[in-house]
């Protein structure tokens, strides 16, 4: 049937069948029904066993009446579906359609295709199959009824079941050779395929997922789980007691009067009543996906019967409180969203265990009847591989900006190997290792040359710089460079922890491991004639699963870019000074130095690194005089450990716009043919300028210090960025130049707040949930560390110092007692280099006093209280020691 939708690309079965014969799991038994007995069980005993049969296929029964007050009905409804004499789908369509001739309001999809089950009449019949079917094809796009989509479902899990267990083949006409049919029953079962099939419909990549352990996985509805999980989200939004004194009297009053019509019956008028409480129909349009017994296309009064007994379900068994059942709706009967498909759909399991066969069993009978399976489980990530690698480094970087002009052609023969060996005969026919390899084009062959590489085999995905025996050229150029300049390269490798986390290979097999310490360990490693460098993940490393790949391989490339150049370039010098710094420049910037400048803990430290491994984007938030911007631009040169034009600083403002944080139309004057001309160009503005900086480095991190952050129209200068700070992995269309856009995962943000600044505007939720947040107090501690390693010109008082500190702790003490906690003086007011009782006096006066007098609302009379002799007097109750010169 996949040929009935050529439109749409779809997932192919076998090799999807494949993994799927590897792992699949047993199945629990289908519910239990006698439909033998429908003609001689009496109508109360009817209703009984109908009723625990769909609390036994049901997530939750929202009309238990529904059996008693329809035995009836339900007992013919029931004798046609099992023994009525037209197809199937139409038996079926006329129980489950509202309007035919045996629905029954009240009973939903969810019941009639559980009784399927009971008579083995038919396959699973649910959403999941049906999305499960969609994405191999197998399911048409807009059925117009129940009895198509039972039809096409039905057809679907037939040609599933085909394949799931092949069958001999039979002959048809003229001798042809034709598949047999394969009934639901047998082979490994209608189960199985339902199974399947649901895993299908959860996948993202290449990977099948595991079998679902969701009760209502197979469901029509969703789970008590599923309410019980939204009833503590809309609480966690807005607690109850909160949600009760938010609500206006006229709402309180239209539901109350909805319990009242609903506990008398008046079904009509409760609906009524609880529309205008809440006239949004965002709560109508989920309840079919609360409760699949309702729809829109129902009679008015079966829509309001049917909400009421919903209603009352929700309140008696999950305790909803009634102001919170529109919510509750809207939140739980979600429909469930189809799985986002990754950039790069990635290797799976049976990537590894092909290669494994193909080792064992290399043979062309063998590959012929594995060909489908070998595309999309080795090829085509092969492929995607090679390319996002190509887009994202090979091409803006190694190829533009160094000029390398590496081959990257995702064909075999170029930047990929054939599946096919050509050794005429002396060993199998195909290669069980399979390379990506990334070399310059100048040379006769990938052989002759150093090369960026990706090794997929059995036990593994490995990728990194390979320099094979061959290369004579590029490996005499590489071990004179590495003899020369081994602690430059040495120094240049270090970061990132590279040396600790890569491997590094000798001998002919690369079978041999060294340990890299030491440039004299580089050296001694240099000088094998096979070498190779990089990362091995084995078959169960989720990485080799997801989209991050591609970013994971393209940085250790840029990680270990210093081996090749000492391979590509006669004088790699200006790259590794780069990299590593010149051996006379200053010492390098590490956590002693962020504390010499910060007077910062190292706990204040490792808490700040783990927020910025969480997100990539932060704000230090405090008082005036805290050293926020200090902090950050400290912290700058440690990330970016202190490399040249990696960190940027800006500082917004009120007038700062879009146009020159990301893009905008310039006007500029231009000299064409002598004469002058007026032309408006798209240029970068200063976020994207330095994250075109950022990408062709991809492992050099680079930081962006926003200073002033809510000074800003914060919604006009980021506008799509928004999305980008959170989902880093995707990409957005600017709209002045049309271009698609990233943020690179090596570009950090760090930001400054003042929170007192009147003139600022609030965060809202929506750029706030983006950051992380570090308060920066004001700190005593930090003054005095400071103070100790700045020792005060006052060498006749030699407690001048401490009783710095003390002004600090009781001006903030008093600011706390008479303002709140908000409002303090920070500490960097206090530190001034050769600080005396002249200088002290001039910061008071000019930096603190204002200050205050800001915080006091402009009442000079307030001052008096904060003078630094009444506040250093305040504890011991006497006049104390005066501390400044006025």
Same mark, same amino acid.
């Given at each position: 049937?996949?040929?009935?939708?050529?439109?749409?690309?779809?997932?192919?079965?076998?090799?999807?069948?494949?993994?799927?014969?590897?792992?699949?799991?047993?199945?629990?038994?289908?519910?239990?029904?006698? @439909?033998?007995?429908?003609?001689?069980?009496?109508?109360?005993?009817?209703?009984?066993?109908?009723?625990?049969?769909?609390?036994?296929?049901?997530?939750?029964? #929202?009309?238990?009446?529904?059996?008693?007050? %329809?035995?009836?009905?339900?007992?013919?409804?029931?004798?046609?579906? #099992?023994?009525?004499?037209?197809?199937?789908?139409? +038996?079926?369509?006329?129980?489950?359609?509202?309007?035919?001739?045996?629905?029954?309001?009240?009973?939903?999809?969810? #019941?009639?295709?559980?009784?399927?089950?009971?008579?083995?009449?038919?396959?699973?019949?649910?959403?999941?199959?049906?999305?499960?079917?969609?994405?191999?094809?197998?399911?048409?796009?807009?059925? &117009?009824?129940?009895?198509?989509?039972?039809?096409?479902?039905?057809?679907?899990?037939?040609?599933?079941?085909?394949?799931?267990? @092949?069958?001999?083949?039979?002959?048809?006409?003229?001798? *042809?050779?034709?598949?047999?049919?394969?009934?639901?029953?047998?082979?490994?079962?209608?189960?199985?395929?339902?199974?399947?099939?649901?895993?299908?419909?959860?996948?993202?990549?290449?990977?099948?997922?595991?079998?679902?352990?969701?009760?209502?996985?197979?469901?029509?509805?969703?789970?008590?789980?599923?309410?019980?999980?939204?009833?503590?989200?809309?609480?966690?939004?807005?607690?109850?007691?909160? &949600?009760?004194?938010?609500?206006?009297?006229?709402?309180?009053?239209?539901?109350?009067? =909805?319990?009242? *019509?609903?506990?008398?019956?008046?079904? $009509?008028?409760?609906?009524?009543?609880?529309?205008?409480?809440?006239?949004?129909?965002?709560? %109508?349009?989920?309840?079919?996906?609360?409760?699949?017994?309702?729809?829109?296309?129902?009679?008015?009064?079966? &829509?309001?019967?049917?909400?009421?007994?919903?209603?009352?379900?929700?309140?008696?068994?999950?305790?909803?409180?009634?102001?919170?059942?529109?919510?509750?709706?809207?939140?739980?009967?979600?429909?469930?969203?189809?799985?986002?498909?990754?950039?790069?759909?990635?290797?799976?399991?049976?990537? =590894?265990?092909?290669?494994?066969?193909?080792?064992?069993?290399?043979?062309?009978?063998?590959?012929?009847?594995?060909?489908?399976?070998?595309?999309?489980?080795?090829?085509?990530?092969?492929?995607?591989?090679?390319?996002?690698?190509?887009?994202?480094?090979?091409?803006?970087?190694?190829?533009?900006?160094?000029?390398?002009?590496?081959?990257?052609?995702?064909?075999?023969?170029?930047?990929?190997?054939?599946?096919?060996?050509?050794?005429?005969?002396?060993?199998?026919?195909?290669?069980?290792?399979?390379?990506?390899?990334?070399?310059?084009?100048?040379?006769?062959?990938?052989?002759?040359?150093?090369?960026?590489?990706?090794?997929?085999?059995?036990?593994?995905?490995?990728?990194? !710089?390979?320099?094979?025996?061959?290369?004579?050229?590029?490996?005499?150029?590489?071990?004179?460079?590495?003899?020369?300049?081994?602690?430059?390269?040495?120094?240049?490798?270090?970061?990132?922890?590279?040396?600790?986390?890569?491997?590094?290979?000798?001998?002919?097999?690369?079978?041999?491991?060294?340990?890299?310490?030491?440039?004299?360990?580089?050296?001694?490693?240099?000088?094998?004639?096979?070498?190779?460098?990089?990362?091995?993940?084995?078959?169960?490393?989720?990485?080799?699963?997801?989209?991050?790949?591609?970013?994971?391989?393209?940085?250790?490339?840029?990680?270990?870019?210093?081996?090749?150049?000492?391979?590509?370039?006669?004088?790699?010098?200006?790259?590794?000074?780069?990299?590593?710094?010149?051996?006379?420049?200053?010492?390098?910037?590490?956590?002693?130095?962020?504390?010499? *400048?910060?007077?910062?803990?190292?706990?204040?430290?490792?808490?700040?690194?783990?927020?910025?491994?969480?997100?990539?984007?932060?704000?230090?938030?405090?008082?005036?005089?805290?050293?926020?911007?200090?902090?950050?631009?400290?912290?700058?040169?440690?990330?970016?450990?202190?490399?040249?034009?990696?960190?940027?600083?800006?500082?917004?403002?009120?007038?700062?716009?879009?146009?020159?944080?990301?893009?905008?139309? +310039?006007?500029?004057?231009?000299?064409?043919?002598?004469?002058? $001309?007026?032309?408006?160009?798209?240029?970068?503005?200063?976020?994207?300028? !330095?994250?075109?900086?950022?990408?062709?480095?991809?492992?050099?991190?680079?930081?962006?210090?926003?200073?002033?952050?809510?000074?800003?129209?914060?919604?006009?200068? !980021?506008?799509?960025?928004?999305?980008?700070?959170?989902?880093?992995?995707?990409?957005?269309?600017?709209?002045?130049?049309?271009?698609?856009?990233?943020?690179?995962?090596?570009?950090?943000?760090?930001?400054?707040?003042?929170?007192?600044?009147?003139?600022?505007?609030?965060?809202?939720?929506?750029?706030?949930?983006?950051?992380?947040?570090?308060?920066?107090?004001?700190?005593?501690?930090?003054?005095?560390?400071?103070?100790?390693?700045?020792?005060?010109?006052?060498?006749?008082?030699?407690?001048?110092?401490?009783?710095?500190?003390?002004?600090? %702790?009781?001006?903030?003490?008093?600011?706390?007692?008479?303002?709140?906690?908000?409002?303090?003086?920070?500490?960097? #007011?206090?530190?001034?280099?050769?600080?005396?009782?002249?200088?002290?006096?001039?910061?008071?006066?000019?930096?603190?006093?204002?200050?205050?007098?800001?915080?006091?609302?402009?009442?000079?009379?307030?001052?008096?209280?904060?003078? @630094?002799?009444?506040?250093?007097?305040?504890?011991?109750?006497?006049?104390?020691?005066?501390?400044?010169?006025?």
């Amino acid at each position: 049937m996949a040929k009935d939708f050529p439109h749409r690309r779809v997932l192919p079965l076998a090799p999807l069948l494949a993994q799927f014969r590897n792992t699949c799991a047993l199945l629990t038994a289908a519910p239990t029904f006698q @439909p033998d007995t429908l003609d001689h069980t009496p109508d109360a005993i009817l209703a009984d066993e109908l009723q625990r049969f769909a609390s036994s296929v049901l997530p939750v029964v #929202f009309h238990p009446d529904v059996f008693r007050r %329809e035995v009836g009905f339900l007992r013919h409804a029931l004798s046609h579906l #099992f023994r009525g004499h037209d197809a199937l789908p139409e +038996r079926l369509s006329r129980c489950v359609t509202p309007g035919e001739a045996y629905h029954v309001p009240g009973i939903g999809p969810g #019941f009639w295709s559980a009784m399927l089950q009971v008579s083995a009449a038919g396959p699973l019949w649910c959403p999941a199959v049906e999305r499960g079917l969609r994405a191999l094809g197998l399911f048409p796009d807009n059925p &117009r009824s129940v009895a198509e989509r039972f039809a096409a479902t039905v057809a679907g899990c037939e040609e599933v079941g085909r394949n799931l267990t @092949p069958q001999p083949p039979s002959l048809g006409r003229k001798g *042809e050779s034709k598949k047999a049919p394969l009934p639901l029953g047998e082979g490994l079962g209608r189960g199985s395929v339902s199974d399947f099939l649901e895993r299908v419909s959860r996948m993202t990549g290449r990977e099948l997922p595991s079998a679902s352990t969701d009760s209502a996985a197979f469901a029509w509805s969703v789970s008590s789980e599923d309410i019980q999980r939204s009833v503590r989200e809309i609480r966690t939004r807005l607690p109850l007691k909160k &949600r009760r004194e938010a609500t206006a009297p006229a709402v309180i009053e239209a539901i109350t009067r =909805f319990l009242a *019509e609903s506990e008398a019956g008046n079904h $009509e008028a409760a609906f009524e009543a609880f529309r205008s409480s809440c006239p949004e129909d965002a709560w %109508e349009a989920a309840l079919p996906f609360l409760d699949d017994a309702y729809s829109p296309a129902l009679p008015l009064a079966e &829509r309001a019967q049917l909400w009421c007994e919903v209603a009352r379900v929700l309140r008696d068994t999950f305790r909803v409180h009634p102001l919170e059942l529109a919510e509750l709706v809207t939140v739980a009967g979600q429909p469930t969203p189809a799985p986002e498909p990754q950039d790069f759909p990635g290797f799976c399991s049976d990537t =590894f265990t092909f290669l494994d066969e193909l080792t064992t069993t290399n043979s062309r009978d063998w590959m012929a009847t594995n060909r489908d399976r070998y595309q999309f489980v080795l090829r085509e990530p092969l492929v995607e591989l090679c390319e996002a690698v190509a887009e994202r480094y090979i091409r803006p970087v190694l190829n533009r900006e160094h000029g390398w002009d590496l081959e990257c052609d995702a064909r075999s023969g170029r930047a990929l190997t054939s599946i096919c060996k050509n050794d005429y005969g002396r060993s199998g026919p195909y290669q069980p290792v399979q390379w990506v390899t990334f070399y310059r084009k100048s040379r006769a062959n990938k052989r002759d040359d150093a090369q960026f590489f990706v090794r997929v085999a059995a036990d593994g995905v490995s990728y990194g !710089f390979h320099l094979g025996r061959t290369a004579r050229e590029a490996g005499g150029q590489f071990r004179k460079a590495i003899q020369e300049h081994g602690e430059a390269v040495f120094r240049a490798l270090a970061p990132g922890q590279l040396l600790e986390s890569c491997h590094f290979w000798t001998g002919n097999d690369l079978a041999t491991e060294v340990v890299m310490k030491s440039p004299a360990d580089l050296r001694a490693w240099a000088a094998n004639k096979t070498i190779a460098a990089g990362i091995h993940r084995v078959p169960s490393d989720p990485t080799l699963r997801s989209d991050d790949l591609p970013g994971e391989v393209l940085l250790t490339f840029d990680r270990l870019l210093p081996l090749f150049a000492c391979a590509a370039e006669a004088d790699p010098r200006q790259l590794l000074v780069r990299r590593a710094g010149s051996p006379d420049s200053p010492q390098v910037y590490d956590p002693a130095s962020f504390h010499r *400048e910060t007077f910062l803990s190292n706990v204040w430290l490792d808490r700040v690194m783990g927020l910025l491994r969480l997100k990539k984007q932060l704000i230090f938030q405090g008082v005036p005089g805290t050293g926020k911007t200090h902090v950050a631009r400290s912290l700058a040169r440690l990330l970016t450990h202190d490399r040249p034009g990696c960190v940027r600083l800006v500082q917004f403002h009120p007038a700062y716009s879009y146009e020159e944080f990301v893009e905008g139309i +310039r006007v500029r004057n231009v000299e064409t043919d002598g004469r002058s $001309e007026i032309v408006y160009p798209v240029e970068d503005g200063v976020l994207a300028e !330095f994250a075109a900086q950022a990408t062709v480095r991809p492992s050099e991190p680079h930081v962006l210090i926003v200073d002033e952050l809510n000074r800003g129209n914060l919604p006009r200068i !980021f506008g799509e960025l928004l999305f980008l700070l959170e989902y880093r992995d995707q990409a957005v269309t600017l709209p002045y130049s049309k271009r698609s856009f990233r943020l690179p995962e090596n570009l950090f943000v760090l930001a400054t707040m003042n929170q007192l600044d009147r003139s600022a505007v609030a965060l809202d939720q929506a750029l706030r949930r983006r950051f992380s947040f570090v308060d920066m107090p004001a700190d005593a501690a930090v003054l005095a560390r400071w103070l100790e390693n700045h020792p005060p010109l006052t060498p006749n008082d030699e407690t001048f110092g401490v009783r710095v500190v003390r002004l600090f %702790e009781e001006l903030n003490d008093r600011l706390t007692r008479d303002l709140g906690p908000g409002k303090h003086v920070g500490h960097s #007011f206090f530190m001034v280099p050769e600080l005396d009782r002249e200088k002290l006096s001039a910061v008071w006066d000019h930096h603190v006093r204002p200050l205050l007098l800001d915080y006091l609302g402009g009442r000079e009379d307030r001052l008096k209280d904060y003078a @630094p002799e009444r506040l250093l007097g305040e504890r011991t109750g006497k006049r104390a020691k005066p501390i400044s010169g006025s």
